[in-house]
T-cell receptor, first 116, second 116 residues
Framework: GAVVSQHPSWVICKSGTSVKIECRSLDFQATTMFWYRQFPKQSLMLMATSNEGSKATYEQGVEKDKFLINHASLTLSTLTVTSAHPEDSSFYIC????????????FGQGTRLTVV | AQSVTQLDSHVSVSEGTPVLLRCNYSSSYSPSLFWYVQHPNKGLQLLLKYTSAATLVKGINGFEAEFKKSETSFHLTKPSAHMSDAAEYFCVVTANSGGSNYKLTFGKGTLLTVNP
């Protein structure tokens, strides 16, 4: 299957700083990528849909100025958590829209963010 | 509109005994259905998928699932549990094969515990 690589796998940062998470499709071009947040023992919550070359589409209740998404190429989307606070600590997962003819989504390994 | 209901938040089995994880779905269109597994602090790995072909789907690691349209179910089974099967399992549905409105809907997850 196709591979989606997410980096870093974990990060610790201080309150008030910004953190960037990268999501790369390694062997296919992804016109659309998705960013999810997962709270402990809960399911994935879609934060936003990242579209190559255009603005991301955010889900209701997600602050676009807090979670900046950039999808500058067909293989890379980034999520930047700006002015991080302890309540932003969570597990963030990206996935890539499958190539034509493939129905399943491919997920990154996830990033554990801890804000201290 | 589409939705997924995983009927059990936690299933506990003994090693070597059968596994049954239940999933019911609703969808306005012909759905594609997936089971993903997530180990702690990891991304999601696809176990199997149903996309309107054979209703009995075989996946990796000995898992299989049967699509039953009349019951709107897609239960996941395995004849004999292994300790390494202990993880969180998500049932996922999409009613779009990859067009512009591609969106996944996740169940809340079932935690599988395997006892020695």
């Amino acid at each position: 299957g196709a591979v989606v690589s997410q980096h870093p796998s974990w990060v610790i940062c201080k309150s008030g700083t910004s953190v960037k998470i990268e999501c790369r499709s390694l062997d296919f071009q992804a016109t659309t990528m998705f960013w999810y947040r997962q709270f402990p023992k809960q399911s994935l919550m879609l934060m936003a849909t990242s579209n190559e070359g255009s603005k991301a589409t955010y889900e209701q209740g997600v602050e676009k100025d807090k979670f900046l998404i950039n999808h500058a190429s067909l293989t890379l989307s980034t999520l930047t958590v700006t002015s991080a606070h302890p309540e932003d600590s969570s597990f963030y997962i990206c996935s890539a829209r499958p190539p034509t003819g493939v129905t399943e989504a491919f997920f990154g390994q996830g990033t554990r963010l801890t804000v201290v | 509109a589409q939705s997924v209901t995983q009927l059990d938040s936690h299933v506990s089995v003994s090693e070597g005994t059968p596994v049954l994880l239940r999933c019911n779905y609703s969808s306005s269109y012909s759905p594609s259905l997936f089971w993903y597994v997530q180990h702690p602090n990891k991304g999601l790995q696809l176990l199997l998928k149903y996309t309107s072909a054979a209703t009995l789907v075989k996946g990796i690691n000995g898992f299989e699932a049967e699509f039953k349209k009349s019951e709107t179910s897609f239960h996941l089974t395995k004849p004999s549990a292994h300790m390494s099967d202990a993880a969180e399992y998500f049932c996922v549905v999409t009613a779009n094969s990859g067009g512009s409105n591609y969106k996944l809907t996740f169940g809340k997850g079932t935690l599988l515990t395997v006892n020695p």
